[in-house]
């Protein structure tokens, strides 16, 4: 892993993969190719507003975030750096890219609105739900036990990737849902300072970054990160056989992002395969199967139940009552609105009833990953 000063934009033609830019997020950005970038994970400060020091009852002082680099002179200020990142960010995406920004309830209404002011779709808000938050000691508004994640495309009708099958399996077979309980970051991953202290105030866990980039990008993506910290994006990435650029003005930070990303071991390419849609698999009409002889005409498919159609040379169906694909005699045959032919009907093979669909996969295995 490296550091790269930022480069006048003439100079940065190559797109700097697994690389930490040095620098201003804006400045940086804006010196970047156009349309390069998968997606972009931001966790922009917060702007906390925070007045005076916090203790707890025990009067022991709170390591609250009270940073330079989260402190601005007005809403107007935020305003103006919200503007500045995030039309720099969308510069950046590709067409069918999209962002995820972080953010608690001082910033993130703020961040979403500005989000649809330059043209940004927004998809989903997710609700982080800390598991272990931090309490309230004051005793005057309630445990802010949450953040919210805005997830946007990078325009209204972009084919932004979404792994649904991945994140389903991920949540035991349920469909992922918009709010996530998921413990602050602690223990082993906290990385500490020379003197045993926390050395970034706001680091994600791991378990967050895993979940959006196995349900929002590929094998080969490039992932950006304008507010790199120590590195939690980077070395999720890299773990995941995705690539990441990050960008971080805190020298500080950058030796411990450096440090951490060297002893961050990729998965195996087999590791890294997630489960697909259906929908997301080649097409594969039946007609395919008769063209390559794998069924020949005048052969009779059947269901379990023994309801029975022939194949016809041009791939569809004829029943005793009904002609049609697939999908439509089999329909017809159960009198549903809808069937998929794909498992309703088998054929025969030394005396025993094998589902087409097998048939199918074996073309599609063929086909090899990656076609249309």
Known sequence: MTVKQTAPKAAQRDLPRNRILAGDCIEVMNGLPAGSVDLIFADPPYNLQLRGELHRPDNS??????????????????????????????RLLKPNGAIWVIGSYHNIFRVGAELQNQGYWIL????WRKSNPMPNFRGKRLTNAHETL????????????????????????????????LPLCTGHERLKDEAGEKAHPTQKPESLLHRVLVGCTKPGDVVLDPFFGTGTT???????GRDFIGIERDRGYIELALKRLKAVRPYDNAALE???????????PFGTLVERGLLRPGEVLTNPRGLAAKVRA?????????RGSIHQVGAALEGAPSCNGWTYWHFK??????????????IRAEM?????
């Open 61 to 90: 002082r709170v390591d609250a975030v009270d940073d330079a680099w989260d402190q601005f002179d007005s809403f107007k200020v935020y305003d103006q750096f919200t503007r500045a990142w995030l039309k720099a960010a969308r």
């Open 124 to 127: 989903n808000d997710v609700i």
């Open 150 to 181: 805005i997830w946007a495309s990078r325009g209204e009708g972009a084919k932004y990737t979404f792994n649904y099958e991945a994140l389903k399996a991920l949540n035991e077979g349920t469909q992922m849902r918009s709010d996530w309980t």
């Open 234 to 240: 980077g070395a999720v990435a890299r773990m995941l």
């Open 274 to 284: 997630v489960t697909t849609s259906k929908r997301a698999e080649p097409r594969v």
């Open 314 to 322: 041009d791939g569809s169906l004829i029943s005793a009552e009904h």
């Open 349 to 362: 093979r030394d005396g025993k009833l094998i589902p087409i669909d097998l048939l199918r996969q074996q």
């Open 368 to 372: 090899g990953p990656g076609a249309a």
